[in-house]
């Protein structure tokens, strides 16, 4: 693996591009490797327990009740007088 260092973002996107732009042909993807890698991609989601895409819990059948997600980081600390 080589590494590069890069002044800025426009530098790195300008090598990128140099790279892709010397070979041509775009790698072909089939719809079968696809499909494939979708499966993979669910299964690992399933696996890890991150399967439901949404922020929604079901919390009956005809219900659905969105989820609420923590905001902000460490709490801060309070300075002592």
């Known amino acids: 693996t080589i590494r590069h260092d890069f002044d800025s973002s426009e530098d790195c996107q300008a090598f990128v591009g140099a790279l892709n732009s010397r070979d041509e042909k775009q790698p072909i993807v089939t719809e079968e490797a696809e499909a494939a890698a979708e499966q993979a991609a669910a299964e690992l989601l399933a696996e890890l327990g991150l399967d439901n895409p949404t922020d929604e819990v079901p919390i009956s059948d005809d ?3 969105k989820s609420k997600k923590k905001k902000g980081g460490k709490a ?4 002592r007088k």
């Open 76 to 79: 801060k600390k309070k300075k």
């Open 63 to 65: 219900a659905v009740k």
